[in-house]
């Protein structure tokens, strides 16, 4: 694709050219971002396109319905058969939900937690606690399932040995938290609201799973523990979990949504990105801040330009390359100044290919480029003139 300019007064060449008339680009323009996400992915792939990324959809999991859902009232039921002496809230779509699909049901469950001490684990559950014509009783300031789970433990809430206390879960299981409450004695009923498994196509998840391989994303997006696992589940279908491992934890970002979301990844042994807050906003915004700065901005002669994803940043002017071209400038500006020979710069062609090749790939990129970046040091290679 030619390079795209920006109008301007007076004849500027590209040498000529200055950070002053150079326009800004969007923080994401020329990197390509995954959206694992099944609920609100079109929220956050516009949240990601606005700051020019090129947004790749692939859910990993899809909800089970509520109205379908035979579990989730016999969850609902088993509450119901006697009194219970504490709910803990996790999600306020989850929590919202679960009080809807009883009310439309017929099961009186509102009524029958009226008495109830009910404990939110963060502001949008007390919202929904509250919407649904209950109490909140208690909220951690962390918005964590840990800091509720050492709330109840410490015994703020009373003895746990012989009370019912019904967990409302939103796709994560939360093994760990349920144990320990078991382990103090308590009887603890689950309640899955939206259980998530596999979507049923599983062809972009699987293509994902390629793309991660072959690092043509530059970071995948993880809002739910349940899309974290998916992925992997599918890699480990695919016989390609490892190099799935490998590139997430080198070269691909995976950015998750909050520490809960990223425990799977975690488990996995992947370390992820995370926001300071678990909002889709913030996790936007921990992508524009953590991709751009990974890729260092080199001076060439008079020229500046910044590696990116598919495309090159060449004073303020993103130049989208073809991938031979993009495959030879990022071979080079890895090792700026130093000389690559062919053979080198061969070993990073898609494909493959022979000298031969490489030529074709230099002259496309100078061409693409349009300004002086890439030396030709006879007999031995090619080198970015820094």
């Known amino acids: 694709m030619p390079a795209t300019r920006t109008p301007h007064h007076g004849a500027v060449t590209d040498t000529e050219r200055t950070p002053e008339t150079a326009v800004d680009p969007l923080p994401l323009a020329g990197y390509t971002v995954a959206v694992t996400a099944a609920r609100r992915r079109e929220e956050l792939g516009a949240l ?60 009186p469950l509102v009524d029958h937690l009226r008495g109830t001490r009910v404990l939110a684990r963060g502001p949008k559950a007390r919202g929904a606690i509250r919407g649904g014509g209950l109490v909140d009783a208690w909220s951690p300031a962390s918005e964590s399932s840990a800091e509720v789970l050492e709330h109840l433990l410490s015994g703020a809430e009373g003895p746990l040995a012989g009370r019912r206390i019904a967990v409302q879960l939103h796709g994560d299981p939360l093994p760990d938290f349920v144990d320990a409450l078991r382990a103090a004695g308590a009887e603890v009923l689950t309640v899955p609201v939206y259980r998530w498994v596999l979507p049923e196509d599983v062809v972009p ?61 975690a488990a996995a042994g992947i370390v992820s990105l995370q926001p300071e807050r678990s909002r889709l906003g913030a996790l936007a915004r921990e992508v524009v801040a953590r991709l751009p700065e990974r890729d260092p901005v080199l001076r060439v002669g008079a020229h500046e330009v910044q590696v990116r994803g598919h495309a090159a940043l060449v004073d303020g002017r993103l130049v989208e390359l073809a991938p031979g071209p993009m495959a030879v400038l990022r071979a080079l500006s890895a090792r700026p100044g130093t000389v690559l020979s062919r053979p080198e710069l061969v070993r990073g062609l898609p494909g493959g290919g022979d000298g031969h090749a490489v030529e074709m790939a230099v002259t496309r990129l100078r061409a693409a480029l349009g300004v002086p970046l890439v030396e030709t040091v006879v007999k031995r290679g090619y080198r970015l003139k820094v």
């Open 48 to 107: 990601l396109a606005r700051r020019g990324a090129r947004v790749v959809y692939a859910p990993a999991i899809r909800i089970v319905p509520l109205a379908d859902d035979a579990e989730l009232v016999a969850a609902t039921r088993a509450v119901l058969a006697r009194p219970v002496d504490l709910v803990v809230a996790t999600t306020g779509v989850g929590f919202r939900g679960w009080l809807e699909a009883a009310d439309a049901w017929d099961l």
């Open 205 to 265: 998840v699987r293509r994902l799973v390629a793309s991660i391989v072959a690092r043509t994303v530059d970071a995948v997006t993880f809002t739910s523990a349940p899309a974290a696992a998916s992925l992997l589940t599918v890699a480990d279908e695919l016989g390609r979990r490892a190099e799935v491992v490998e590139a997430l934890t080198g070269g691909v970002l995976p950015v998750a949504v909050g520490p809960v979301t990223a425990a799977p990844l």
